[in-house]
């Protein structure tokens, strides 16, 4: 954040539990040259986009489609409130020079995410959408469960954070 926040011209200083900002005049913000590197971070992208609004000159959002991890009509919503152009582009990846035919029905697909976030949600939600007699639902968690004959709090609290990551990556 700091140096993408530099880019405009703001003083920042990173602590490990957050950031102090220094505000300067919407006058004084810069044009970020070679625009706002995002690091495919929604959070971040989002929070320049809102910073560019107030900047008085264009500013260029790199990645910016990685807001439709969360908001997938971000870019359409800050049209429609803003009423302004907002414009970005998305980063040549490596993948994009090496061109390969990939058999997506017989993919595997993982979610991954911080606990509480909706994985098994969206992972039955996926399964239905795809539904296929060769492929079905596997949550981790619950499989880890059958395997182990106990819960996952059960897990923690007789084998430690250690075991059950280590258990989780061996079932992967």
């Known amino acids: 954040m700091e140096d993408e926040l530099a880019k405009f011209g703001v003083t920042c200083r990173q602590f490990d539990d957050g950031l102090e900002i220094d505000g ?6 810069q044009r970020p040259r070679g625009g706002v590197h ?8 989002m929070s320049f986009s809102v910073l560019a609004l107030a900047a008085s000159r264009p500013s260029l959002i790199l990645e910016k ?15 429609l409130l803003f009423n302004v152009k907002l414009e970005g582009v998305e980063l040549a990846s490596e993948s994009e020079d090496v061109k390969r035919h990939v058999n997506r029905g017989s993919a ?9 976030a909706g994985k098994t949600t969206t992972g ?28 996952i709090p059960e897990i923690i609290k007789q084998d430690g954070w250690d075991y059950f990551r280590g258990r989780e990556l061996a079932l992967l």
């Open 38 to 45: 995002c690091y495919d971070d929604h959070r971040v992208a």
């Open 65 to 79: 489609a990685c807001t439709s991890k969360t908001w997938p009509g971000w870019w359409d919503t800050m049209h």
């Open 124 to 151: 039955r939600w996926a399964a239905k959408s795809l539904a296929s007699e060769h492929k079905k639902l596997i949550d981790l968690d619950t499989e880890l469960e059958i395997r182990e004959k106990r819960t």
């Open 24 to 29: 300067i005049e919407r006058s004084k913000l």
């Open 108 to 116: 595997s697909m993982f979610i991954i995410g911080m606990r509480g």
